[in-house]
């Protein structure tokens, strides 16, 4: 199967500052990817959908200001978590599609984010 | 908006056969994909069903009713390394055909 890249796996950050969180398709090219928060012994809950070269789309609920989404190229889109607060300590998983639209989702490693 | 409703948690025995039902309510249904998820770790894809019907894959095999709004994933000859999440999701057919998660049912397999 196709090959996702997340990074970083875990990190440690301070109340206030922000995370940067990449996800990179490595041998296709991911026209959308999708963003999910997971919480201990939860589901994953979608967060964004991002789509390369256009502004991503929010589920109800999810602040657009404090999780921002960049999908900069066909390979690669951020999420960064700015100002983070301890109660946004979570597991943030992201997934790619190919451009053929309803074929199975290519997951990241996830990244284990704690605020400290 | 959509339901994805899943036991959350179910039991069994090594050897044993188990079935994890999802019930689905939503709109502009496009197919449904069961994962496989252990702690700590990120989803790993089993099956995709879009037709009525039963997909076979080895061990596992995953059965869809669109009209029912109803899935199963079955597991066959259990083994302890099936203790994990699994879970189903919806593929949409809006806008960029987002997958949501159901649930979420926690396997424990027992000696």
């Known amino acids: 199967g196709a090959v996702v890249s997340q990074h970083p796996s875990r990190v440690i950050c301070k109340s206030g500052t922000s995370v940067k969180i990449e996800c990179r398709s490595l041998d296709f090219q991911a026209t959308t990817m999708f963003w999910y928060r997971q919480f201990p012994k939860q589901s994953l809950m979608l967060m964004a959908t991002s789509n390369e070269g256009s502004k991503a789309t929010y589920e109800q609920g999810v602040e657009k200001d404090k999780f921002l989404i960049n999908h900069a190229s066909l390979t690669l889109s951020t999420l960064t978590v700015t100002s983070a607060h301890p109660e946004d300590s979570s597991f943030y998983i992201c997934?790619?599609?190919?451009?053929?639209?309803?074929?199975?989702?290519?997951f990241g490693q996830g990244t284990r984010l704690t605020v400290v | 908006g959509q339901n994805i409703d899943q036991p959350t948690e179910m039991t069994a025995t090594e050897g044993a056969i188990v079935q994890i039902n999802c019930t689905y309510q939503t709109s502009g249904f496009n197919g449904l994909f069961w994962y496989q998820q252990h702690a700590g770790e990120a989803p790993t894809f089993l099956s995709y069903?879009?037709?009525?019907g039963l997909e076979e894959k080895g061990r596992f095999s995953s059965f869809l009713s669109r009209s029912k709004g109803y899935s199963y994933l079955l597991l066959k000859e259990l083994q302890m390394k099936d203790s994990a999440s699994y879970l189903c999701?919806?593929?949409?057919?809006?806008?960029?055909?987002?997958?949501?998660f159901g649930t979420g049912t926690r396997l424990l397999v027992s000696p």
């Open positions: 999701a919806v593929s949409r057919n809006t806008g960029f055909q987002k997958l949501v």
């Open positions: 997934s790619a599609r190919g451009e053929t639209g309803n074929t199975e989702a290519f």
């Open positions: 069903n879009v037709l009525d």
